[in-house]
T-cell receptor, first 113, second 111 residues
Framework: GAVVSQHPSWVICKSGTSVKIECRSL??????MFWYRQFPKQSLMLMAT?????????EQGVEKDKFLINHASLTLSTLTVTSAHPEDSSFYIC?????????FGPGTRLTVL | SQKIEQNSEALNIQEGKTATLTCNYT??????LQWYRQDPGRGPVFLLL?????KEKRKERLKVTFDTTLKQSLFHITASQPADSATYLC??????????FGAGTTVTVRA
C-alpha cells in the first residue's frame, strides 16, 4: 500500500515554456500533498503544501506565480512550472500525507535548455 | 536558525557489520522524526517513524533511537548487506506534518 506515482519521470523543455508534473496517490486518498525540489547532492527542500479543494501554501522564497499547484481531487495534485528557465532544472518530488507519514513519488527530472 | 546535520556524507562498511548513522538538530522541537532511504534518481522511501515521546523503534534489521535532550537520533542497520547501499535521510516532522530534511548519509556496504 501507500503508493505514489509521478508523471512524467523526466522532461526536457525549452526556456520559456511551461511544464506540468502530476502526482497521484494510487491506493489511498490524500487531502494533503507536498512538493519538494532537490538539487544534486543536496537535501530535499519543501516548496509548497497542496491541500485538496483549497489554495496551496508556499514556503518562503518560492514564487507562487511561477510554481502553480492544483489539488483538484483526493488523489491528484499537479505542479506547473511556468516560463521555465535553466535555473529551474532540478529533481521535483511530491509526497502524499497519510498522517503522520509521507509517502513519496519517484520524482521528475526537469531539464530546461 | 534551524539546522539538521547528518554525521557524515559517506559511510563505508563491510557486509555483516552494523552501520550507525547520526542525525543532530538545533533550534527545533520536532513532534516526530522519520528516516528514509533514497536511491540515485529516485524518491525517498519511508523506513521508520519515531515520536518525541518514544526512545527506540525497531523494524527488522533497522533500529532508531531518539533523544530529545541531546537533540539526536541514531539509525542502525544491523547485519548490513550490499543491497542496503543507498543514501539515508533523516527528516524532522512538525505538528503541521511538514518535514525538514537533513542532507543525507551515503552508505556503501562492501561484500
Amino acid at each position: 500500500g501507500a503508493v505514489v506515482s509521478q508523471h512524467p519521470s523526466w522532461v526536457i523543455c525549452k526556456s520559456g515554456t511551461s511544464v506540468k508534473i502530476e502526482c497521484r496517490s494510487l491506493d489511498f486518498q490524500a487531502t494533503t500533498m507536498f512538493w519538494y525540489r532537490q538539487f544534486p547532492k543536496q537535501s530535499l527542500m519543501l516548496m509548497a503544501t497542496s491541500n485538496e479543494g483549497s489554495k496551496a501554501t508556499y514556503e518562503q522564497g518560492v514564487e507562487k506565480d511561477k510554481f502553480l499547484i492544483n489539488h483538484a481531487s483526493l488523489t491528484l495534485s499537479t505542479l506547473t512550472v511556468t516560463s521555465a528557465h535553466p535555473e529551474d532544472s532540478s529533481f521535483y518530488i511530491c509526497s502524499a500525507l497519510q498522517r503522520p507519514e509521507q509517502f513519496f513519488g519517484p520524482g521528475t527530472r526537469l531539464t530546461v535548455l | 536558525s534551524q539546522k539538521i546535520e547528518q554525521n557524515s556524507e559517506a559511510l563505508n562498511i563491510q557486509e555483516g557489520k552494523t552501520a550507525t548513522l547520526t542525525c543532530n538538530y538545533t533550534n527545533y522541537s520536532p513532534a516526530y522524526l522519520q528516516w528514509y532511504r533514497q536511491d540515485p534518481g529516485r524518491g525517498p522511501v519511508f523506513l521508520l517513524l519515531i515520536r518525541e515521546n518514544e526512545k527506540e523503534k525497531r523494524k527488522e534489521r533497522l533500529k532508531v533511537t531518539f533523544d530529545t535532550t541531546l537533540k539526536q537520533s541514531l539509525f542502525h542497520i544491523t547485519a548490513s548487506q550490499p543491497a542496503d547501499s543507498a543514501t539515508y535521510l533523516c527528516a524532522l516532522g512538525a505538528n503541521d506534518y511538514k518535514l525538514s530534511f537533513g542532507a543525507g548519509t551515503t552508505v556503501t556496504v562492501r561484500a
